[in-house]
């Protein structure tokens, strides 16, 4: 099992910044892709950034150059540094990690934290 504490949300002004973090206590599963997701009131879950090994990044089109996913992996630690934030940013954040038992590494379980607000005001 694995199991995601998220920190770092909250209220920011449009321009401002605000960073993320998501730490995995992976036990003996092995962390693989990590990454971040928002839900907005009314709207679909949808993908913000992931981020596989620690350089292979990938960005929505909506957050692409103000959003920098970074991960640190001698601490199963996920960060999500937001910056020139807009009002349509505002949203819940979820954490999500995949992660292989030891038995079957072939396999993938998800893993969803448990969501973070973040509200950018005009």
């Known amino acids: 099992q694995v199991q995601l504490v998220e920190s770092g949300g909250g209220l920011a002004q449009a321009g401002g910044s605000l960073r993320l973090s998501c730490a995995a206590s992976?036990?003996?599963?092995?962390?693989?892709?990590m990454g971040w997701y928002r839900q907005a009131p009314g709207k679909q879950r949808e993908l913000v950034a992931t981020?596989?090994?620690?350089?292979?990044?990938n960005y929505s089109d909506s957050v692409k150059g103000r959003f920098t996913i970074s991960r640190d992996n001698a601490k199963n630690t996920v960060y999500l540094q937001m910056n020139s934030l807009k009002p349509e940013d505002t949203a819940v954040y979820y954490c999500?990690?995949?992660?292989?038992?030891?038995?079957?590494?072939?396999?993938?379980?998800?893993?969803w934290g448990q969501g973070t607000q973040v509200t950018v005001s005009s």
């Open positions: 999500n990690v995949d992660a292989s038992p030891p038995w079957d590494l072939k396999r993938t379980f998800h893993y």
């Open positions: 992976g036990g003996i599963f092995t962390i693989n892709g």
């Open positions: 981020i596989l090994g620690s350089r292979r990044a």
